[in-house]
């Protein structure tokens, strides 16, 4: 028959084949390819990698494919040897299981490499490797099957929609242009220098830890504030590894580590630190809690936060006040360039009647008093004081007003219980300098008029025109997050007109989304 060997020939044929064989190892850090596991090594080292060699010694073959492969990774990504040798000498950078996934096809250093650091060409320790491999591809395909792709329904649509709002998250933080837009914010940018950079009874020597670091800018503040160390967590592996490099650039790698993935599942902090001194992050979204990041933020201060150790900022506080229709969005299509437009104006009001709209408001525009809807102490509120209903009371500034919408904004204080030396307050106010998280407008179904001088308007059909004003509004406002998209909020607003008797018109009530 064609083909056919004794066994002897092909035993044979085999030996020589065993002998002739040679293997190309791509280099960690270049395209150059090296015969062995040693010329390999040796070659990063050369080329900057020179704590590759205690970082693989005494390390298992799972352990080492996973330095190998987020070398691999990091490389790709563009990160610089120097920047690459700082932190593979942090554990928690290489030991998500995403790493045991070869980077390369048929990856020979991943099957060359022995438990104690020394190459291991035997048939043994190919065979773990490849079963090693395939049991993790198994995994990838089930986690692919479960997300719902190739036309697989996901097991859980739940899981699926939050995964979905996550990766959605993460994506829009990865594009650079928002990081340049939170940059230019002076307001906010200059009040996190200030706390940071100006109180050392607080900075000096602390361990800290900068949740959602995105650019970087907040973890090199605490580092030239005094911080011993600071951690930065984002979950985005682009902008982890911009700020790795920013990092690198102001030769702040010493004392700065940043740790790719979710707040949520650090499982230890680097350098054998246990506990933090300091938790800091810009966590606020449009009508402060957009985005859910301070549930992230109150996870990392439960598990890693020390007993009487700081938060930065410390205390929210929410405003709301009435605004006329000139401060908000709509009045803009009345007249634009000579044109009137107000057909758009009214499809406008139709979609605000559902939806926050985020703009910047005017201080002038505002008509009525403003009233404090919430206070929020970050060192001890939970999960749960993110969701909340609030009743206020707004009353004109004018003898009469119309009230088309009311506005809510934020402010977040560094007070004086940590930040000794220089508290500041941060502040989004309409009547202070505009931020990148403008205001939040909620119109009204109507108009509501309001008057100082009322003495005894009518219950009936109270606040609907100037002849029978209201002197006060009574209002509540119910905060959640969405049902549908976490990320979101559900927002539900009463507005009640009232006279001076204390008696009441007609409640109207009005459902919004921010997002």
Avoid at 99 to 114: I, K, T
């Amino acid at each position: 028959m064609s083909g056919h060997h004794s066994d002897t020939e092909s035993d044979a044929n085999w030996d020589e084949w065993e002998e002739n064989e040679t293997t190309d190892i791509k280099c960690l850090l270049t395209d150059d390819k090296h015969t062995t596991v040693e010329q390999t090594i040796s070659a990063a080292v050369e080329k900057g990698l020179t704590n590759l060699p205690s970082c693989l010694a005494g390390k298992g073959t799972y352990c080492k494919m996973k330095i190998v492969n987020y070398i691999r990774t990091r490389v790709k990504e563009g990160c610089e040897p120097a920047v690459l040798n700082t932190e593979i000498q942090t554990a928690t950078n290489y030991e998500h299981e995403k790493y045991l996934q070869p980077v390369l096809e048929g990856d020979a250093m991943l099957f060359m490499m022995g438990d104690d650091g020394s190459e291991s060409g035997s048939e043994e320790a190919k065979v773990q490797a490849l079963e090693h491999e395939n049991t993790m591809l198994k995994k990838k395909i089930q986690q692919l099957v479960d997300e719902g792709y190739g036309g697989f329904k996901p097991k859980s649509d739940e899981k699926s929609a939050r995964e979905v709002d996550d990766h959605d998250y993460y994506y829009g933080y990865g594009k650079f242009d928002i990081h340049m837009m939170m940059l230019e914010d002076v307001p906010r940018t200059a009040s996190y220098r200030t706390a940071l950079m100006e109180n050392p009874s607080l900075m000096k020597n602390a361990v800290v830890i900068d949740v959602g670091c995105g650019s970087g800018i907040l973890s090199m503040f605490a580092a030239r504030g005094g911080a011993k160390h600071v951690i930065g967590i984002d979950g985005s592996e682009r902008v982890a590894s911009a700020a790795r490099q920013n990092i690198a650039q102001n030769k702040l790698d010493k004392t700065i580590t940043v740790h790719t993935g979710f707040a949520e599942k650090l499982e230890s902090l680097p350098h054998n630190l246990d506990k933090a001194d300091v938790i800091v992050s810009e966590w606020m979204g449009y009508c402060l809690l957009y985005e859910s990041m301070l549930d992230s933020v109150l996870h990392i201060r439960d598990k890693y936060l020390k007993k009487g150790g700081a938060i930065l900022p410390d205390i929210c506080k929410m405003y709301a006040a009435g605004v006329n229709k000139e401060g908000t969005h709509l009045a803009f299509w009345k007249n634009v360039w000579g044109f009137d437009m107000t057909p758009i104006e009214n499809v406008s009001k139709q979609e605000a009647n559902t939806t926050g709209v985020v703009a910047d408001v005017d201080g002038s525009k505002i008509v009525t008093s403003t009233a404090l809807i919430k206070t929020m102490d970050l060192s001890v509120m939970t999960v749960e004081d993110t969701e909340y209903t609030s009743d206020f009371i707004v009353k004109p500034l004018g003898s009469e007003s119309e009230v088309a919408s009311v506005v809510v904004w934020f402010d977040t204080l560094f007070s004086e219980r940590y930040c000794r030396e220089m508290p500041c307050n941060l502040t989004t106010s309409p009547y202070a300098k505009p931020t990148h998280w403008h205001h939040t407008l909620f119109h009204l179904p109507s108009p509501v008029h309001l008057s100082l001088t009322e003495e005894g308007s009518s219950p009936v059909g109270m606040g609907l025109t100037p002849e029978n004003p209201a002197s006060k509004l009574y209002c509540t406002i119910s905060i959640s997050k969405h049902a549908e998209h976490h990320r979101d909020l559900s927002v539900s607003l009463s507005v009640t007109p009232m006279n001076e008797k204390g008696e009441k018109g007609e409640m109207r009530t009005s459902s919004y989304a921010v997002q």
